[in-house]
């Protein structure tokens, strides 16, 4: 499989996954169930002007009782929030993290990011993942226990897709052959495939099969381990062929805050926080995705803004 790099030599990214459109506890902000569309295009449309490489949209079809509590149910469809976010902004990556690729036939997969990757002008990226709500499976994929091997078989399906209009799938679970798919994305071999997880399992298929990688780990020093050993496996299965590495890089706050912010923050001057994150980039990560606590989205799209303007330029330096 043909290495896709849209991240340029040398430089170091940043991007964020979306708030609103999926409102886990675990990270739901109080300003987030009352907010919607226009509040969401409002954060878009600032990452787009504040030179943000990606607005990523998460993935969960539906959400069981025994979980709903924890996670809610509010997650937005991933393809058709990015269908609609293409056509309001103009520069910033559309990604999808992470597309439960299992739940679905990878031609439907490839139509879908095919017409995204069309109607963006060539801004998607395709990020996937394995999943993890039973229920999920039990009504629509495989069974649970064989879900990676499934991925493995989809993220070749959805690539040979993306590449040829009349793809190969030599299956086993899904073999299809003389089938065509139009249109055809922009992006030439294809959209970059980027691979979610931290497992062994996973780290192993994204060196096998991603163009990127999506870690799921915050922790620092997991994430040096991690990283060491998806080099390895890239070597070993890639001929050392580049991968955009990506970390889950913290919550920041640029300035000094006039409000008591969750811990772990990082806040103070762009080049403290500048300094912070230094150290994903000496690991080797080229897309960092960052997170800004707030009280309204006001607070987050001035956040957002003071990112993009005094610490973004200062990154890779």
Known sequence: ????SIIPDGKVVYGIQLPIQSQSTI?????EPSSGPAELARIAKQADDSGYFYIAVCDHTFIPRRLAQAMSTTWYDTVATLGWLAGITSRVHLMSHVYIATLRHPLRAAKEFATLDLLSDGRLIVGVGAGHVLEEFEILGPEFLDRGKALDESIDGIAAALV????ELPGPRWPAADLGISPRPVQSPRPPIWVGGSSRPALRRAAARGDGWLPQTAKRA???????ELRELRQELRGGAPIAIGALAGTFHVGEPSWDLPKGTVSGSPDKIAEDLAEFVELGCSHLQLRF?????DEMCDQMAAFGEQVGPLLGK
């Open 164 to 167: 040829d209009e009349f793809p």
């Open 222 to 228: 997991e994430l040096k381990t991690q990283v060491a």
């Open 293 to 297: 606590p707030s009280r309204s989205v």
């Open 27 to 31: 990270y739901c902000e109080d300003w």
């Open 1 to 4: 499989m043909e290495t896709v």
